[in-house]
């Protein structure tokens, strides 16, 4: 963040969000590189799929799509 902000709440709302972004980015990058999959949610179940485009099924259940009437974002 830059130092020109004296307080949290002024600082611009689209600056957080785009540090965030860029550090999810990179999480996202050492685990494709180190293949340890990423997680997937389809309406039978959770599955890990990975690099090679091999997946296992971690969780059964139901999970229909669902709509959001409200975005929020919480830090």
Known sequence: ??????????????EILNKVSDNSDDVL???????LGRS????DGV???????SEIKIEAGSFSKKK????????
């Not at 997937?40 to 309406?43: E, G, L, T």
């Open 29 to 35: 990058r050492v685990i494709d590189a180190m293949n």
């Open 1 to 14: 963040m830059n130092s020109k902000y004296l307080e949290e709440d002024e600082i611009p709302f689209e």
């Open 68 to 75: 959001l009437f409200k975005k929020t974002y919480k830090l």
């Open 40 to 43: 997937h949610v389809k309406d």
């Open 47 to 53: 599955y890990r799929v990975f690099n090679d485009g």
